[in-house]
């Protein structure tokens, strides 16, 4: 198997997992298979990075590659835009809930102090 054949077919595997629905229950579990996937494709891609010369087959397989790794990099930019909202929710539900249990910690008085500007 040529290593452009290998990185097809590691791309095509990454485009099915990040097409798969993805949950909070199952959200760890894909990452870690796209984060195993990526690096199996970064040692084959390290293979190829001093060829040149390749055949039109190559090319035309390249062009794919391209095109489902364009795929793929919209739907891992998705998903960490999904982590990013939940993470910011869970911020924000962090901060009711302490709100809800000390209503009063944030506020600053000057405990009835008066102060006479006039003198």
Not at 9 to 25: A, D
Request: proline content about 2%; hydrophobic content about 35%; charged content about 25%.
């Amino acid at each position: 198997m040529s290593p452009l054949q290998a990185i097809y077919q590691i791309t095509v595997k990454l485009n099915q997992t990040l097409s798969q629905h993805i949950t909070s229950k199952n959200r760890e579990e894909i990452i870690e298979e796209i984060s195993n996937l990526i690096s199996q494709r970064a040692l084959w891609m390290e293979k190829i990075q001093g060829e040149s010369n390749f055949s039109t087959e190559e090319k035309k397989l390249g062009h794919e590659i391209m095109e489902l790794n364009y795929r793929v990099q919209k739907e891992m930019e998705n998903l960490f835009n999904q982590l990013k909202v939940e993470m910011k929710s869970t911020q924000k539900q962090k901060k009711m809930n302490k709100n809800y249990v000390n209503p009063y910690a944030d506020v600053q008085l000057m405990d009835g102090m008066f102060l006479d500007s006039k003198q």
